[in-house]
């Protein structure tokens, strides 16, 4: 009998977390873009330029966008949203539930609140 060899290839994702900060960092670097229409020989065509001529024109591998984000910091009734004001946030936090960031630069109250419970504890 002969030998046999199987080789098997496949392609597997990075790591959840290299993805995102991947795209985090194109998110942060995107360029904002203009349409500009203008006549060819077949017809009107819109072409995506640079909004600041100092910028450089995005390569296929670079994030555009050509209308800014919503305000989610304030109540849009259009999209449903209700802001941030009077949000719980963490104080401690500089991720997504801190206050810097929920709040949205308007500063925050803080609230303190005592309580007195029974803890129905068994000695």
Partial sequence: SGSCE???CWWSQPDFRVIGDYLKDKYDSASEMVVE???ESRGW???LRPKYNFFKAPTE???VYYEN???FCEPNPETGSFGTRDRIC???SHGIDGCDLLCCGRGHNTRTEKRKEKCHCIF
């Fill in 69 to 71: 984000s919503p305000n």
């Fill in 45 to 47: 065509v819109e072409t």
């Fill in 90 to 92: 963490n104080v401690t």
């Fill in 6 to 8: 199987v080789k098997t």
């Fill in 61 to 63: 591998r670079d994030l």
């Fill in 37 to 39: 229409k203008h006549r």
